[in-house]
């Protein structure tokens, strides 16, 4: 199946770790992305990435951090700098320029 | 800023009633894409327009782009309970990939 996938549905963080969101494409896109979402609003964008080992901050990167070693890999790392990390978290991919964005079923990151 | 918002926040109407949600944005876009996320999941795609279209349909739905006014609606015909769900617009105004969206809508059909 192609698809996009997210790991894990859920996670629970202690204050002061640092926790590393899995997202996996087979769609062959070159751009991914990472978002955030808090209850009852819209979805702010935290990193992109156009290419392989190239990626580039969003509206809220503070507190984050991304790499892209492979084409189909996009980890997130919600670091201990992230004041208030508890929220929906959702990575999707894309082709051309502005095309169709496809998402993954999202984690959901809790701190304990 | 956020490049789409969406309006009603919420709509509740009764199955095989139309609903219509609108969109509205600041800056140019290239595209705009229509999207729905069922409560705890996943976006999904709907439908894109692009700057140069001024309606498409996909099945039961219908949207529209007016880039004068910087709004989009979207139109479901004969909803159905499957169709509660909130739904966002997201606007791609530039020379990279990004996606700026609104706060959504939140659409309930009763059975």
């Known amino acids: 199946d192609g698809g996009i996938t997210q790991s894990p549905k859920y996670l629970f963080r202690k204050e002061g770790q640092n926790v590393t969101l899995s997202c996996e494409q087979n769609?062959?896109?070159?751009?991914m992305y990472w978002y955030r979402q808090d209850p009852g609003q819209g979805l702010r964008l935290i990193y992109y990435?156009?290419?392989?080992?190239?990626?580039q901050k969003g509206d809220i990167a503070e507190g984050y951090s991304v790499s892209r070693e492979k084409k189909e890999s996009f980890p997130l790392t919600v670091t201990s700098a992230q004041k208030n990390p508890t929220a929906f978290y959702l990575c999707?991919?894309?082709?051309?320029?502005?095309?169709?964005?496809?998402f993954g079923p999202g984690t959901r990151l809790t701190v304990l | 800023s956020q490049q789409g918002e969406e309006d009603p926040q919420a709509l509740s109407i009764q199955e095989g009633e139309n609903a219509t949600m609108n969109c509205s944005y600041k800056?140019?876009?290239?595209?705009l894409q229509w999207y729905r996320q069922n409560s705890g999941r996943g976006l999904v795609h709907l439908i894109l327009?692009?700057?140069?279209?001024r309606e498409k349909h996909s099945g039961r739905l219908r949207v529209t782009l007016d880039t004068s006014k910087k709004s989009s609606s979207l139109l479901i015909t004969a909803s159905r309970a499957a169709d509660t769900a909130s739904y966002f617009c997201?606007?791609?105004?530039?020379?990279?990939?990004?996606?700026?969206f609104g706060k959504g809508t939140l659409l309930t059909v009763n059975p």
């Open positions: 999707a991919s894309g082709g051309l320029a502005g095309d169709t964005q496809y």
């Open positions: 769609l062959n896109h070159d751009a």
């Open positions: 990435s156009q290419i392989v080992n190239d990626f």
């Open positions: 800056t140019s876009i290239n595209n």
């Open positions: 327009i692009r700057s140069n279209e």
């Open positions: 997201g606007g791609n105004g530039g020379s990279n990939y990004k996606l700026t």
